[in-house]
């Protein structure tokens, strides 16, 4: 892997490293292919619709939000064009992100076109808490030879209004064309699949798909809930980083394990920075994120505030030789609860093209600093911020569990005392301990408000899991019925041979752990 090169770097031990990175992302190195930084929407929506109009086999496209807007429709309208000449165009939503945002005219106008619409893990009551794993990803493949992978929804909220004076919200995607585009196309199925019939994969792809398109390297890492593949990575490029770690992100959470990485490599002399929204779409999250300043700050990782109306990218770029955009948060959400999609780029002038980009950026932030005796959080001197649009409808699921993990790092650290809390958490500790102040007093004063609720919560709760247990009887039954097993051909206990017990030779020579390497 480039970040790892050096002078004094075996092959052998390049080799090591890139079987590292392959294990823990999930993914392999894909070669050969052309990639394209886009910026905003004014980038990311022209390429987009301007490669459903050529597409002539396949579109397959997903996205977390899709709103019924001038944007929705514009885009609904492309797709259905295609689909009206003989184009397979498949569209997965999420149910969540699209409650509010798109109507059932929306999707009926779609399928009325030809278009195949299917919604990612819809409300099920059996199911009271499955509803909490999304799909966060942002992608779109035309006929496998084009691909886009981004932090983007489709809303009028990413291109803003000028004439109410209203920013477009900062993101970023990516144009990819070659080999790599594949990948995508087989994480689109593996979403598509979990709620129908499989996609056949080969269809959507042309004969010129596989074909070299260009001289860079790639990772499509596709994560699923529990896979924690691009939490490795990012943990991985924490450890490895030895010039620059350069991180912007929408929801930041701050867990103990990476936040100690970032602390490791700033005070080994990594310049690490981060940069955030100044205001986020849910205003009840910002003294959430706040409250994970300091430990970065004391470490000496340098903070930065977005100063327009919604910071919403999703990117990092390290040492100047790679580089990842996608769709995942620095927060558990995003590395474990959710379905997400990031590529990570291993290609100096990419990189290059990512660290101009991100000091672009920068000159549009706030830095934020500790001062004074109290070494009180305060900022830097602002530049003009541009007025603030409104908060959208619907926020992200990882928007949510980003506050509820940083609220619940919080009210631990202060029931436990394992940490000091700063002058900053004071708000959270304190709307932690109305909660249930206020819940105590209703529960002494009106107890019927308390046990109602919580009655019915466990009736649902114990006939959700009634029927679950129902549905996989009746399932039992009909395999039983299907596929009887003959009395006669059940071997006899006997001949069942006892698993071979482990010598215990094999742990005396096993070798002794080496140290550690960094």
Same mark, same amino acid.
């Given at each position: 892997?480039?970040?790892?090169?050096?002078?004094?770097?075996?092959?052998?031990?390049?080799?090591?490293?890139?079987?590292?990175?392959?294990?823990?992302?999930?993914?392999?190195?894909?070669?050969?292919?052309?990639?394209?930084?886009?910026?905003?929407?004014?980038?990311?929506?022209?390429?987009?619709?301007?490669?459903?109009?050529?597409?002539?086999?396949?579109?397959?496209?997903?996205?977390?939000?899709?709103?019924?807007?001038?944007?929705?429709?514009?885009?609904?309208?492309?797709?259905?064009?295609?689909?009206?000449?003989?184009?397979?165009?498949?569209?997965?939503?999420?149910?969540?992100?699209?409650?509010?945002?798109? %109507?059932?005219? $929306?999707?009926?106008?779609?399928?009325?076109?030809?278009?195949?619409?299917?919604?990612?893990?819809?409300?099920?009551?059996?199911?009271?808490?499955?509803?909490?794993?999304?799909?966060?990803?942002?992608?779109?493949?035309?006929?496998?030879?084009?691909?886009?992978?981004?932090?983007?929804?489709? %809303?009028?909220?990413?291109?803003?209004?000028?004439?109410?004076?209203?920013?477009?919200?900062?993101?970023?995607?990516?144009?990819?064309?070659?080999?790599?585009?594949?990948?995508?196309?087989?994480?689109?199925?593996?979403?598509?699949?979990?709620?129908?019939?499989?996609?056949?994969?080969?269809?959507?792809?042309?004969?010129?798909?596989?074909?070299?398109?260009?001289?860079?390297?790639?990772?499509?890492?596709?994560?699923?809930?529990?896979?924690?593949?691009?939490?490795?990575?990012?943990?991985?490029?924490?450890?490895?980083?030895?010039?620059?770690?350069?991180?912007?992100?929408?929801?930041?959470?701050?867990?103990?394990? $990476?936040?100690?990485?970032?602390?490791?490599? %700033?005070?080994?002399?990594?310049?690490?920075?981060?940069?955030?929204?100044?205001?986020?779409?849910?205003?009840?999250?910002?003294?959430?994120?706040?409250?994970?300043?300091?430990?970065?700050?004391?470490?000496?990782?340098?903070?930065?505030?977005?100063?327009?109306?919604?910071?919403?990218?999703?990117?990092?770029?390290?040492?100047?030789?790679?580089?990842?955009?996608?769709?995942?948060?620095?927060?558990?959400?995003?590395?474990?609860?959710?379905?997400?999609?990031?590529?990570?780029?291993?290609?100096?002038?990419?990189?290059?093209?990512?660290?101009?980009?991100?000091?672009?950026?920068?000159?549009?932030?706030?830095?934020?600093?500790? %001062?004074?005796?109290?070494?009180?959080?305060?900022?830097?001197?602002?530049?003009?911020?541009?007025?603030?649009?409104?908060?959208?409808?619907?926020?992200?699921?990882?928007?949510?569990?980003?506050?509820?993990?940083?609220?619940?790092?919080?009210?631990?650290?202060?029931?436990?005392?394992?940490?000091?809390?700063?002058?900053?958490?004071?708000?959270?500790?304190?709307?932690?301990?109305?909660?249930?102040?206020?819940?105590?007093?209703?529960?002494?004063?009106?107890?019927?408000?308390?046990?109602?609720?919580?009655?019915?919560?466990?009736?649902?709760?114990?006939?959700?899991?009634?029927?679950?247990?129902?549905?996989?009887?009746?399932?039992?039954?009909?395999?039983?019925?299907?596929?009887?097993?003959p009395e006669q051909e059940v071997p006899p206990q006997a001949a069942v041979p006892e698993p071979?017990?482990?010598?215990?030779?094999?742990?005396?020579?096993?070798?002794?752990?080496?140290?550690?390497?960094?």
């Open positions: 892997m480039a970040i790892v090169k050096s002078s004094g770097i075996s092959g052998r031990q390049h080799n090591l490293a890139e079987q590292v990175f392959s294990r823990a992302a999930g993914a392999p190195l894909v070669p050969g292919n052309d990639v394209r930084l886009l910026r905003d929407a004014r980038e990311n929506y022209p390429a987009w619709l301007s490669a459903i109009q050529q597409a002539q086999r396949s579109i397959l496209f997903e996205n977390y939000i899709i709103e019924d807007d001038d944007v929705g429709r514009a885009f609904a309208d492309a797709l259905a064009a295609r689909a009206r000449d003989g184009v397979q165009v498949r569209v997965l939503y999420d149910w969540l992100g699209c409650q509010g945002p798109a %109507s059932r005219r $929306y999707w009926r106008f779609l399928r009325d076109a030809g278009v195949e619409v299917r919604s990612f893990n819809p409300f099920q009551f059996d199911r009271p808490l499955a509803w909490l794993g999304r799909n966060h990803r942002k992608t779109l493949t035309v006929d496998g030879e084009v691909g886009f992978v981004s932090g983007l929804c489709v %809303s009028h909220k990413w291109v803003g209004d000028a004439q109410k004076g209203v920013a477009p919200w900062r993101d970023t995607g990516l144009e990819i064309r070659g080999p790599a585009v594949a990948d995508l196309v087989r994480a689109f199925a593996q979403g598509w699949s979990t709620v129908g019939p499989p996609l056949d994969e080969e269809g959507c792809l042309s004969a010129r798909a596989s074909q070299p398109m260009g001289d860079v390297s790639l990772r499509v890492v596709a994560g699923v809930p529990w896979s924690a593949g691009l939490f490795r990575v990012d943990q991985l490029i924490a450890s490895l980083a030895r010039k620059r770690l350069w991180l912007t992100d929408a929801y930041f959470v701050g867990t103990a394990t $990476y936040v100690q990485a970032l602390r490791a490599a %700033s005070r080994d002399g990594v310049d690490v920075r981060l940069l955030v929204p100044g205001s986020s779409d849910i205003p009840a999250l910002r003294p959430l994120t706040q409250a994970g300043y300091r430990p970065l700050l004391e470490a000496g990782i340098r903070v930065y505030e977005w100063n327009g109306t919604m910071l919403h990218a999703k990117t990092a770029v390290a040492d100047g030789t790679w580089a990842r955009v996608g769709s995942s948060n620095l927060n558990p959400a995003s590395w474990l609860g959710n379905s997400e999609i990031d590529v990570a780029v291993e290609d100096a002038p990419f990189a290059r093209c990512m660290e101009d980009m991100y000091l672009q950026d920068l000159e549009h932030a706030t830095e934020v600093v500790l %001062s004074g005796r109290e070494r009180r959080l305060v900022a830097a001197p602002a530049l003009p911020r541009a007025r603030r649009g409104a908060p959208g409808r619907r926020g992200s699921m990882s928007r949510a569990a980003a506050g509820a993990v940083r609220l619940g790092n919080t009210v631990g650290a202060a029931v436990t005392n394992h940490r000091e809390l700063g002058r900053t958490e004071s708000k959270v500790v304190f709307g932690a301990g109305v909660v249930p102040l206020a819940l105590a007093g209703v529960a002494l004063y009106w107890p019927h408000v308390v046990a109602v609720p919580a009655a019915l919560l466990g009736a649902w709760a114990g006939i959700a899991l009634w029927s679950r247990a129902l549905r996989l009887r009746r399932q039992e039954a009909q395999g039983t019925e299907q596929q009887p097993l071979p017990a482990l010598p215990e030779a094999h742990a005396s020579h096993a070798p002794e752990a080496g140290p550690r390497q960094p």
